[in-house]
């Protein structure tokens, strides 16, 4: 890692240090480039009118592998309500709480409204 870091060091603007296995939400940056997604969703066979039915479609498989990591491993599924709830508070009181030395923690998902009001987690 120390290598890594030296080698690309004036490409890196920040290091994160944390748990062994977590998944970051974010963005394919490529993918947001002029043209990039069309390409995207033409080798998906997806058409632009349908793209809305194609991100739930992908949304929802994403969260049924949480659900069903969650069930395999017996770890807790924790829906949150809110972006500013800290993560990885909620992570290390669980961990304290049920004495998690090793293994998965728990597995938390950011709901909308709706899907908190309508039980999909």
Same mark, same amino acid.
């Given at each position: 890692m120390e290598k890594f870091l030296e080698r690309y060091d004036s490409k890196i603007s920040g290091v994160i240090s944390t748990f062994d296995?977590? $998944?970051f939400k974010g963005h394919i940056m490529s993918f947001f480039r002029k043209g990039n997604r069309h390409h995207y969703l033409?080798? %998906?066979?997806?058409?632009? #009118?349908?793209?809305?039915k194609y991100a739930k479609k992908v949304s929802?498989? $994403?969260k049924? #592998?949480?659900r069903?990591?969650?069930d395999k491993e017996g770890r807790p599924l924790i829906p949150l309500d809110s972006s500013s709830i800290s993560k990885e508070d909620v992570?290390?009181? $669980?961990? %304290?709480?049920?004495?998690?030395?090793e293994c998965l923690i728990c597995?938390?998902?950011r709901l909308s409204q709706f899907e908190l009001k309508n039980g999909y987690f």
């Open positions: 296995r977590m $998944i033409f080798q %998906e066979k997806v058409l632009f #009118k349908d793209f809305g929802g498989e $994403i049924d #592998k949480a069903e990591l969650s992570a290390r009181k $669980i961990q %304290e709480e049920e004495q998690v030395k597995v938390l998902a």
